[in-house]
């Protein structure tokens, strides 16, 4: 009798064990908040012109600069790498590059120089690029900028 109680008395602690270690099991596996997935910060293809621009500049100084695009909608075959291991280039460039050329010739050298006229220029950049060509382009990056 006195055996019976005491197995009684273990079973009554084993059994909140056993649906607390359930109830954790449960929770963890089924109701937890699932981790939320990191969104990109530049969603799309950072594609990059595959030659810098040299440009004459007013006042007879010049430049050279890397232009990168960000584009939303790139065929996979673009954004590869090819086994040489040179970027493919982008679709269209030639008519970008004619835009930016055009746009970057004959500019004071302080709009590439300076901040704030540089982010004016990449403003007028990525209208007329929208314009000028069929990519949907995102962003335009000003990626290296020498002035001489």
Do not use: C, W
């Given at each position: 009798?006195?055996?019976?109680?005491?197995?009684?008395?273990?079973?009554?602690?084993?059994?909140?064990?056993?649906?607390?270690?359930?109830a954790?099991?449960?929770?963890?596996?089924?109701?937890?908040?699932?981790?939320?997935r990191?969104?990109?910060?530049?969603?799309?293809?950072?594609?990059?012109?595959?030659?810098?621009?040299?440009?004459?500049?007013?006042?007879?100084?010049?430049?050279?600069?890397?232009?990168?695009?960000?584009?939303?909608?790139?065929?996979?075959?673009a954004?590869?790498?090819?086994?040489?291991?040179?970027?493919?280039?982008?679709?269209?460039?030639?008519?970008?590059?004619?835009?930016?050329?055009?746009?970057?010739?004959?500019l004071?050298?302080?709009?590439?120089?300076?901040?704030?006229?540089?982010?004016?220029?990449?403003?007028r950049?990525?209208?007329?690029?929208r314009?000028?060509?069929?990519?949907?382009?995102?962003?335009?990056?000003?990626t290296?900028?020498?002035?001489?």
């Amino acid at each position: 009798m006195k055996r019976l109680k005491r197995l009684k008395g273990r079973k009554l602690l084993i059994l909140p064990l056993v649906v607390l270690v359930a109830a954790g099991v449960a929770y963890k596996t089924v109701l937890a908040p699932k981790k939320a997935r990191a969104v990109p910060r530049l969603p799309g293809a950072l594609m990059p012109l595959s030659q810098p621009f040299v440009v004459n500049l007013r006042g007879g100084r010049y430049a050279k600069v890397s232009v990168a695009l960000l584009l939303e909608n790139v065929p996979a075959s673009a954004a590869a790498e090819t086994s040489s291991g040179t970027a493919t280039p982008v679709p269209q460039e030639p008519a970008i590059r004619a835009v930016v050329t055009d746009m970057l010739t004959g500019l004071p050298a302080n709009d590439l120089i300076e901040p704030g006229p540089r982010r004016r220029l990449v403003a007028r950049l990525l209208k007329a690029l929208r314009a000028a060509t069929d990519n949907t382009i995102d962003k335009v990056f000003l990626t290296d900028i020498t002035v001489q």
